[in-house]
């Protein structure tokens, strides 16, 4: 039998401050309200955390809350490479002159970090913020939700059985649903463990 064409037609939302799971960052993400709205005092605010806490959502969320309001952003700042660290630095500099504010993101905290000296010594000048993952329970909620954003059903029992048994991440969290809502709709079938097991299969999670 022909396998069910499937199309992509859910999306993933785009990241908005609203959207974000807040869990234990509640002063983060009212600090990147304030930055968005250009009412934060400190001209710097770098925030980081693991792949998968949610850093570069919500750097996206408030350079897009900011919408033309004196902003600059810079992900991943450990991969910038000898100019963009320069340009990095003179934007920080530029910003404590005139008000504006510089918002950065890396992996771990400024003075770990394998740039020039001067650029970590100003990434720390100002607020510097972990992002807190989300707790199991969090998680949970959150992969709840946005199945329901899908149009999905799926079980309490599903879900646990992932946060146990597959990396915890809500990215690959996330690319675990697509799989299942792929399998779902190939199959005719609802997500159900055993359907689960079978998706996971020779997967690398």
């Known amino acids: 039998m022909a396998q069910q064409l499937v199309l992509a037609i859910s999306p993933p939302p785009e990241p908005t401050l609203e959207n974000f799971v807040v869990g234990a960052n509640a002063e983060l993400l009212a600090r990147l309200r304030d930055a968005a709205a250009g009412e934060m005092r400190e001209s710097v605010l770098y925030m980081w955390g693991e792949p998968g806490s949610g850093r570069s959502h919500l750097l996206q969320a408030t350079v897009r809350a900011a919408a033309n309001r004196s902003l600059c952003a810079a ?3 450990d991969r ?3 100019e963009a660290q320069i340009e990095l630095f003179n934007r920080i500099n530029e910003a404590r002159e005139t008000g504006a504010c510089v918002l950065a993101a890396g992996p771990c905290p400024p003075a770990q970090l394998a740039l020039r000296e001067d650029l970590r010594s100003r990434l720390g000048w100002g607020l510097v913020y972990q992002v ?7 998680k949970a909620i959150t992969l709840r939700a946005e199945a329901e954003r899908r149009g999905l059903r799926i079980t309490d029992e599903v879900i646990w059985y ?5 990396r915890r991440d809500l990215p690959s969290l996330f690319a675990i649903l ?4 792929r399998k779902s709709l190939e199959r005719h079938r609802p997500i159900t463990l055993p359907l689960v097991r079978e998706s996971l299969r020779g997967l690398d999670i």
């Not at 992932?162 to 597959?166: A, C, D, G, K």
């Open 80 to 82: 910038l490479d000898d």
């Open 132 to 138: 807190q993952p989300l707790s199991d329970a969090g």
């Open 162 to 166: 992932l946060l146990n048994h597959v």
């Open 178 to 181: 697509d799989e299942l809502d």
């Open 75 to 77: 992900d991943d700042v």
